[in-house]
């Protein structure tokens, strides 16, 4: 086989571990895998697609080429690009805006940033002021966007080339569950799933939370929708607009999209650092707490012990312990005795709501309503 020129760059991720959850699965009553995404050098699943872009970048220009990346992402892009450029031997920028937080600051320098470049009061006057002085001043920029790129959905595709390795010996997966912001994980989990088993063969359940809903928004409008702003605490969720071609997959007939309140996705937090160890950021915290609620079966009723659901942990830098037990003294009302804390606990499941959104071959969308009494039967 004769390799290509990009066969020569070193990938900037890796593959992760999948691995069968005990406790998610008894909470679930349903076989639970974990793609575990929070492995990846960058923290998060933004590794694989960030990374790839970047390696087409160094690919399409001439050896030696001084390039150097932008982004205009406080988050987890733009740590993957500031981690993939450092390990590639190349400079990267990453403009935000006055309000993000020392803790990202300080974890963008970390991951190898050349510069941080604070400007701004939102995304958009730190994207505006990247493209129109940064990038106007460097013949050797390249602007790195968060998620719309088909190279960065092509990176994000691989894991489920991963999966269907370590699940071979088990069978496909029946479900795949990913949380939803600006759309380039789903996408990439889509165009995967075409590839490795075949198109609609596999459920895919997207997971947002309300106030970052821009994806059921727009299932429900038959048409975009641009959110007026972010009011969710899932940060990560936060792209106004999702992807024209995020849309697009959402409306195949093996697709759903279920909408959870914030305090949901805390709870996942919390709930997952307690049985699994891990810390998660509430935009990966929706998806973990499908497990708890029992809105996976709500929304899948057919489920048995034996369906196998994976869930992408997408991961994410922007969390810490003592972010999580605010989460947790917030919705369950801090200084109770360990026995009112459980039962604050059920409240909180029990009253959290859900939308599930459902995608029609006919093209017509229906909100099924609140899945509080599920939840309460959990």
């Known amino acids: 086989m004769v390799s290509s020129p990009i066969d020569d760059i070193p990938r900037t991720w890796r593959e992760t571990p999948l691995v069968e959850s005990a406790a998610l699965s008894r909470e679930a009553k349903c076989r639970i895998f974990l793609k575990l995404e929070n492995m990846q050098p960058s923290g998060s699943f933004k590794s694989r697609g960030i990374g790839n872009l970047i390696r087409h970048h160094i690919e399409s ?55 941080v470049v604070q400007f701004g009061a939102s995304w958009f006057e730190a994207d505006k002021h990247l493209r129109e002085v940064e990038l106007a001043n460097d013949p050797n920029g390249v602007y790195v966007p ?107 007939p093996n697709v759903d999209a279920l909408v959870l309140e914030d305090r949901a996705a805390a709870m996942g937090c919390w709930r997952f650092l307690d049985d699994e160890r891990i810390m998660v950021e509430p935009s990966c915290g929706a998806s973990i707490a499908v497990c708890y609620g029992n809105w996976l079966r709500s929304v899948y009723p057919d489920l048995t012990p034996e369906t196998k659901v994976v869930i992408v942990v997408c991961g994410g830098s922007a969390i810490t312990f003592n972010t999580i037990m605010e989460y947790k003294f917030t919705y369950i009302r801090g200084g109770e005795e360990e026995a009112e804390m459980e039962k604050a606990l059920d409240a909180v499941i029990a009253g959290a709501k859900a939308t599930n959104v459902k995608s029609h071959p006919n093209g017509d969308h229906q909100e099924t309503g609140s899945l509080e009494r599920a939840a309460a039967e959990a």
């Open 146 to 252: 968060p998620f719309e790129h088909p190279k960065i959905w092509e990176g994000a595709s691989t894991m489920i080339d991963e999966i269907g390795e370590q699940m071979a010996d088990v069978g496909k997966p029946d479900i795949i569950v990913c949380s939803v912001g600006g759309g380039g994980l789903f996408i990439g989990v889509m165009q995967g799933l075409d590839r490795v088993y075949g198109p609609d063969s596999t459920k895919v359940l997207a997971v947002e939370t309300a106030g970052a809903d821009a994806l059921s928004k727009s299932l429900l409008a038959d048409k975009l929708v641009t959110l007026p702003a972010i009011t969710s605490i899932a940060a990560s969720l936060g792209a106004l607009r999702v992807s024209e071609t995020a849309f697009k997959h959402a409306q195949r």
């Open 61 to 115: 220009h001439a050896p030696g080429t001084p390039l150097h990346f932008y982004s205009s992402s406080s988050g987890n892009a733009g740590l993957a690009c500031a981690t993939a450029a450092k390990t590639l031997g190349y400079q990267a920028t990453i403009v935000v805006g006055q309000n993000t937080k020392p803790l990202m600051m300080e974890k963008l320098r970390l991951a190898g940033a050349t510069r």
